[in-house]
């Protein structure tokens, strides 16, 4: 008897891309490189990013967005100058995000409270994971009348970590902006920083730290 096998599988940011322009290259060569992710979060801090308004047009002439939340790119195509992350590590595929953004980007910051310290989604850590799934899926009060109540496993499916870790708990993280999410001033200012090649500075008039 024959076994069925799975198709062969290539990932999305395996597959052969069209070489940028040559004209876009050369405005890009000598820009900072910047990439973003989302894990564990809301994508909150990321809209922060768009709430520079105008004035991130400007910084546009010395940064260039290499990977963001915003795009379909799933992989850093080349080394990075900053990397922001925004969002706790709460699975197996979190995880392997982390850790090539921290082999791919020389200064890795953690945005807003689930990435510094892991937020609304580290409530769970107060009860043991399998509580947690049962609660959600078996006891659920959402839950179909008459449906069998089943916690979903697939070999696709990201296994979920026993707890969720803020960010610095799985790699080295570089700076933290706090905040649920932090103002686009704040992130602003970081960015303007780092792009001018000044040191690093978030004063506590843009903090904000609920």
Known sequence: MKTQTSPPQTASHELPATPPPASLLAARAGKIKMATISLCGCWGCTLSILDCDERILGLLDKVTITRSSLTDIKRIAERCT???IEGGVANEENIETLEHFR???DILIAVGACAVWGGVPAMRNLVELKDCLAQAYLHSPTAVAGAKPVI????????ITAKVYPCHEVVKIDYFIPGCPPSGDAVFKVLDDLANGRPFDLPSSINRYD
Not at 152 to 159: A, M
Request: glycine fraction near 8%.
């Open 82 to 84: 900053i990397g922001f």
């Open 103 to 105: 082999a791919n980007c």
């Open 152 to 159: 979903p496993f697939h070999p696709e499916i990201p296994r």
